[in-house]
């Protein structure tokens, strides 16, 4: 039975699954890396670790299923959208990448957006910092002589796939992320390009996420025990093969990912931009597809930071967060810690805890996260029906969604239903199997893609709802009183 890999290049760890033809889950595995952070706002990681740990991950699965690995006829990628893989005419990398959670270019952002505003309604929302096209202008500045040995501009995934297929390619919805591609089009920007210093010889070829990109390099093949013409799959930004591993391609579908980062996303039968609304208006994996979606960057990384802060593990602290739970905490957090972007693209933005005293327990602390992240996610919601989104039922994928805890606050505070999928913490590494499912097998993706078995579904309590009101409008009133401070305190960077 022919079987397909899944392969997602994450910001915390690669992940990797195989499926069968039927897309029962045979093996998966996953390796961490790291994030270095050389100055304040900056965030890198080196091309080479993740090809490593690709390979790593390779040879766990082929450990585990030998018989499974073997007949494995597609590949598909999925990966941390935004970043800048920079490489020379040897396509080499030139300098760590720069990733999507990275600051520095905030100033290249703002100049982006006002000097050429009428660019953001084509390319689906204004200029971030976080973006690809922005980090470009800053290189330009401030590493000169890199940028002009740059010959190859690859996404992080598109680095995976140079190395295992030798072609220079990304899908529609990776390229979406970068401010370079025209979005109603399916096309990159000669403009966009050019006001970066940039051309289209220096950028991929484009494909859907759904059709063949190339064949695995025969030594490859060859060395990982696979047969000959094992197809590699256009594949997505992780955002886009979340939602094609949940069924969300279908006009309306949404679903929330609570991974490292945030996201809040929306299905669009056609493209519509919503720039003033700090909406991502961007294409989708498969063909005649876009979607809304509003973008945090502090996540599930936030609970992370704060076991590693407390020197407690993640289920413990849940579990006592749980067993004291009373409604509401009366501690605040911002969970800013590396800025943000939908509803305040602002970059100067950083975590906070408010109303200490004496009393507060560790417990009081997890609370404040836990809702800090939620409050984040009903400013995206709010944003996204700002941009026209209706909104009635909503999935939640990633590795926050394992806790029924943290999804019955996020409920509460959304004031909508919740419905976890069996599975659906496997999100972006699933759909990128799916997308080797749909390019090898030339299927329709309305066959491939439909919605996994339901876990639970979480109604939201009418009394919490009510309760949490005012603290989301608390919430929101400490970060517009802060937001004068942040920037002060960021008045030294770069």
Sequence with gaps: MPTYLGVDIGTSAIKAVIVNETQAVLAEAHMPLDISRRQESWSEQDPEAWWVAVQGVAAE???????????????????????????????????????????????????????????????????????????????????????????????????IRLKLSGDRITDMSDAAGTWWLDEAARDWSDEALSVTGLDRRQMPLLVEGSQPSGTLRSDFAKAWGLRSNVVVAGGAGDAAAGAVGLGAIQEGSAFISLGTSGQFFTTTETFRPAPEALIH?????????WFQMAAMLNGASCLAWLSGLLKTEIDVLLREAEAHYQGPAQTLFLPYLTGERTPHNDPHARGVFFNLSPETTPSDLTLAVLEGVAFSFADAKDCLVQAGAHLTEVGIIGGGSRSIFWTKILSNILDLPLLRFRGGDKGPAFGAARLAILATAQASPDIICGAPPVLDRIEPDPNLVERYRPRIEAFRRLYGSLKPEFSMAAGGDN
């Design 61 to 159: 699965l082929r450990s585990q299923v030998p018989e499974v690995w073997s007949q494995i006829e597609g590949i598909g990628l999925s990966g941390q959208m935004h970043g800048a893989v920079l490489l020379d005419s040897q396509d080499r990398p030139l300098r760590p990448a720069i990733l999507w959670n990275d600051g520095r270019s905030f100033r290249e952002a703002e100049q982006l957006g006002a000097k050429y505003p009428h660019l953001s309604e084509a390319l689906g929302v204004i200029p971030m910092p976080g973006f690809t096209a922005p980090k470009l202008l800053w290189l330009a500045r401030h590493e000169r002589q890199i940028f002009e040995a740059v010959r190859t501009v690859l996404l992080p995934k598109d680095y």
């Design 281 to 289: 208006a961007f294409c989708h994996a498969v063909p005649q597809r």
